[in-house]
């Protein structure tokens, strides 16, 4: 033919030999299908291997020790081949991973997640979808649009509300700040920050709460140029629920200084103890005092399919932004996660029209270009999991999860209570639980603090179990996190056992004459 280019492209999509030689790309295309399911059947082949042997959550490796491993790795070197690539991946990685399926994992808020989610993760891998833009995702966008909006129906907002997903509970609380103080800004001022950067006053903006609340939020501050010190922490009760008194008194007494109150969030399921702040006082202050009401239901969310505990939420339809991260009790895998707001104009805020990407035109022209309210510009299709998981199986079966994860806690809670080498600091709400080791013999406060300490790390040594650690009051606690379904009591019960055998280890070791101690472990003072 003569119109038939010189560089024809056809040499490079087809290559003349289907069959495949190591040096070649590799890449996800038809002619590709055979090696595609090999290649996918070795790698489920190395994830069955691994789960049928694993039997700690953790090997117990230290850093130090792992790092060698890594060291006389060449990267230019490559291996020869996906086999030979794979067996190294499971010396390095999956051999001292951390598992979450285990039900001794009771550390952070990780969870198991469902088969549906990790088939979507497959698929959404293979064809690498966008969800920036329509003409990068087409129907990928409208299963996000339709999960937002099913969220915000859950949630009780109306069909004003919108949302967009996002990397997870940080990032939606970024926004959620961002949009409280453009809103103030604009209002107050009718200053764009969006156009014209901060207002000279924004640094007399105030963030209200609770002193249990998340950490990103202060990070939010930072980033927003409002600094650390916009962020009031508002004492709690003794539920560690935000004290509504003392947030009206708070908010009275920065404004006696001066100061602009911007936000109130509400934490629906603190990472610590799971405690869910008083929502409708919080939201009816809120709304008295202009403020913009967020609610942190990053953890908590997983309420919103909930039958029996459905009701500790109430009064969430009355924020203007909602965290939700599905990755923590939605049993979905990293990441996946949204922010939805009560009013979508509200987003317009992070819209930035991009010639070659998002141009208004096609705004105009009722294009859905989810880029308009995201920070992020590429993004993966998280969206694609959820929904897979939601069409398998039914958000009822997400609900009952959580209420098992709910009743677990419960159980573990008197657990707890009944044994006399524990001290429990509080009834849980949801699925934590905040403890320490603490015998019936005369130790100091800072010798249980060491005591704790050594607990945590000689499990996390022995790989056995897993349990968090954090400080409350200055004093150092353990944590179980609890949000695996198929753990059940007996369970708790082995890692309780664990701790209590540890800590006894620990007292019989800090002798003056024994020198024998136990490897990073720290010294019981
Ligand atoms: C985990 C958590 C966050 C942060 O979420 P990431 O998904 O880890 O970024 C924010 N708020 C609360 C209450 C959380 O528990």
């Known amino acids: 033919m003569s119109d038939q280019p010189a560089f024809s492209n056809t040499a490079l999509t087809t290559p003349s030999t289907p069959a495949l030689s190591e040096t070649d790309y590799c890449l996800f295309n038809p002619t590709n299908l055979t090696y595609y399911r090999s290649s996918l059947l070795q790698g489920l082949e190395l994830i069955e291997n691994r789960m049928k042997t694993v039997k700690r959550p953790f090997s117990g490796i230290l850093p130090r020790e792992l790092a060698q491993q890594f060291e006389h790795l060449d990267l ?40 549906p989610a990790i088939t979507a993760e497959l698929i959404q891998a293979s064809f690498n979808t966008s969800v920036d833009t329509w003409d990068q995702s087409g129907g990928g966008t409208f299963i996000e649009q339709r999960l937002i909006d099913w969220t915000a129906n859950r949630i009780g907002f109306d069909s004003e509300a919108d949302g967009v997903f996002t990397s997870g509970g940080t990032q939606s609380n970024l926004m959620a700040m961002l949009l409280a103080r453009d809103n103030l800004s604009q209002h107050f001022w009718q200053h764009s920050t969006r156009e014209q950067g901060l207002h000279p006053d924004a640094h007399r903006f105030r963030i209200f709460c609770s002193e249990v609340s998340h950490f990103s939020i202060q990070k939010a501050a930072a980033l927003l140029g409002l600094g650390y010190d916009a962020v009031v922490p508002v004492p709690c009760d003794a539920y560690y629920r935000m004290d509504v008194t003392a947030l009206t008194q708070a908010i009275e007494t920065t404004r006696e200084q001066g100061l602009l109150p911007m936000a109130v969030v509400a934490t629906a399921g603190t990472t610590d103890f799971g405690s869910i702040d008083p929502i409708i006082p ?22 919103l399919t909930s039958s029996r505990h459905r009701h500790l939420l109430k009064g969430i339809e009355q924020a203007d932004s909602v965290t939700v991260d599905y990755h923590k009790s939605f049993l979905q895998p990293v990441s996946c996660s949204a922010l939805l707001v009560r009013h979508k104009h509200t987003l317009g805020c992070v819209t930035w029209h991009a010639e070659y990407l998002n141009p208004l035109c096609q705004r105009q022209e009722g294009t859905p270009n989810l880029v308009d309210k995201s920070l992020q510009t590429t993004r993966r299709f998280d969206a694609l999991k959820l929904w897979l998981t939601l069409r398998a199986l039914g958000p009822e079966a997400i609900g009952a999860a959580f209420d098992k994860v709910i009743h677990l806690a419960r159980q573990g809670y008197l ?33 249980l603090d ?19 650690a954090t400080r409350v009051h200055g004093r150092q606690y353990l944590k179980f996190t609890l949000l695996n379904p198929d753990t059940r009591i007996r369970d708790v019960q082995a890692v309780l056992r664990l701790i209590k055998r540890h800590g006894a280890e620990a007292l019989a070791d800090h002798t003056p004459t024994n020198t ?5 472990v720290a010294h019981v003072g």
């Open 450 to 468: 060491q005591l704790n300490q050594s607990i945590r790390k000689a499990l996390m040594r022995s790989g056995e179990a897993l349990v968090a």
């Open 282 to 303: 919080i939201a009816d202050l809120s709304r008295r005092e202009g403020l913009w009401l967020h609610v942190d239901a990053a953890y908590g969310c997983g309420l």
């Open 516 to 520: 024998q101690q136990p490897m990073e």
């Open 76 to 115: 230019d070197q490559p291996c020869r081949g996906m086999n030979e690539a794979l067996a190294e991946l499971d010396r390095l990685y999956l051999e001292d991973a951390v598992y979450f399926h285990h039900p001794h994992y009771t550390a952070h808020l990780n969870c198991p997640v469902t088969i």
């Open 415 to 447: 657990l707890l209570l009944s044994d006399n080498d524990i001290e429990i600091l509080h009834q849980p709400q949801l699925s934590t639980l905040v403890f320490r080791y603490r015998p019936d013999m005369a130790l100091s406060e800072a010798a």
